[in-house]
């Protein structure tokens, strides 16, 4: 018997309030489907999220399920940039994931299409289907438009640097800031959004080719449908997500990342994951996967190309197939077949053979985007972890996204406590090449995890400065960041971290090839590493944090049980 029936039974009052809301006699005993959308009118990667949902009740209905269509919608990290509303972003994943597991609860559902599009809507919708574990599946909300000349938005922090450096026109300005956000959809750079719906189909929660599609396009609102049948065929199977969200499609979604170059708030929301499923995650283990596998996608912000383009190339099912030697093929899938079975009938269908056809209305070819594994952008993943006496716990940088000239430097410390005072310096001239900004105080218990995006795009955009200054934090960053930008620095400082005693002039080591971060010298002077050891002991050994102002609210609940950024900041593992 499915569950809503059972509920019926312990619930009288379910009837006649369900038929309160326009559902038929017949409708009560059909199963019940949750189609759960982050919508509303926050940003444009969900303001068409309702619309979206529409079309799949249509297929729910179609293939002879009942529908209850709920919202919360996400806060827009843009929105919030640089401000302190920005701290609520990470714990926004906490709240979405809550929604969603109360609608389902309390509604009975017997399963639930979940719609989303935004940096933290995803992810929390994914962390529900781990946790709920009945039959889900995550439909992404697609792509937006380009901009006038190929802008998007990941380039305005660059062009607001640029003019308040007086080397771009406001007129200009104003034209571009106007054309960013073309329509809704996720943003056309791959940046935390585009990585997390690349991650939804890795992990085979999401149906073949739903991910990067054009938000714009017909094909969407038939993916919308099929979503909404296949879902009711799914609590039919009794295929429920801690089928499909297993050990081997994390690894698969961790492959994928790597050789995407993702943004590196992937490395918060899958250790998260991991904890809902009672999964190990290492962080030495996906540094392992960045290092054997290639990056193979030219996409921006490492690369030249948009998110669509991606799609046209054939999406994430193109870039599995070239992948296929790496991944997990037996990986079960919401389609009820493995990920090997969906790649083997799309290309009996003639997908990959005819998808980058597309392309040719771009004057590109599949080559241009998704290169083969034996010819890549680059022989190694896009992240990778450092480890060393600054960050015993490790840290993640998106070495992509960074000159290799920088791959090894050592630079003077720049001390600061929170990103505003650390932006004025870099607008005020104060930060010279060969700089090392540490920004502190800005983990998931101190304050949220807010991105230090403003930050990166004032040295990234400054020719002086975007090869020769680096950054590192226990914050994190926005998954457009360009440059030497460490982030997830853990231990963080109020728990007690090294980053702590960091003093202004020391000097600091970042060596990527061998996955080292460590603090080398005093007041400008390198240090033996015997002598550097005495010098940190003695350091800690009087080093206390300094206390937290717990906030109100969300925020407060997130800053008393956080996790590290290690472990995901997640609410659902003991805080350590």
Known sequence: MLHSQRMREKAPEADPLRLGVGWSKADLEKPWVLVETAGGDSHPCSVHLQELARDVRDGVLIAGGAVGRY????????????????????????????????HAISGHFDGMVLVSGGDKSQPGHILAAARLKIPAIFLPGGVGDLGPSGFSLERVGTIDAELRRGELEEGEYNFLCEHACM???????????????????ALGLALPTSALRPAHLNLHRRGA????????EMIREGLTADKILTEKALYNALVVHAATGGSSNILLHLPALAAELDLPFDLKHVAEINDKVPMILNVRPSGVHSNSRVWYAGGVMRIMHELKDFLHLDALTVTGKTLGENMKDLEESGFFAQWPRFLENFGLQLRDIIRPVTDPVDPCGGLTVLWGNIAPEGSIIKRSAVAGSMHHFVGRARVFHGQEKALAAIYGGVIQPGDCLVITGQGPRACGMPEMYYVTEAIASSAQLRESVAIITDGRFSGATRGPAIGHVSP???????????LENDLIEIDVPNSRLNLVGVNGERLSSE????????????????SVKIRPGLLGMYQRLAASAAKGGTLCVQPV
Do not use: H, W
């Open 71 to 102: 919202d919360c919608t996400d806060m827009c990290d843009g929105v919030a940039q640089g401000t302190e509303a920005i701290d609520l972003s990470l714990p926004s994943r906490e709240l979405l994931a809550m929604a969603v597991e109360l």
């Open 183 to 201: 329509s809704a959809g996720t943003c056309e750079f791959y940046g935390t959004s585009g990585t997390m719906q690349m991650i939804g189909e």
């Open 225 to 232: 449908r099929q979503a909404g049948k296949r879902l009711v």
């Open 492 to 502: 963080e400082l109020v728990a007690g971290g090294p980053i702590g005693i960091v």
């Open 531 to 546: 002598q550097m050891t005495a010098v940190i002991q003695e350091r800690m050994s009087r080093y206390r944090p300094p």
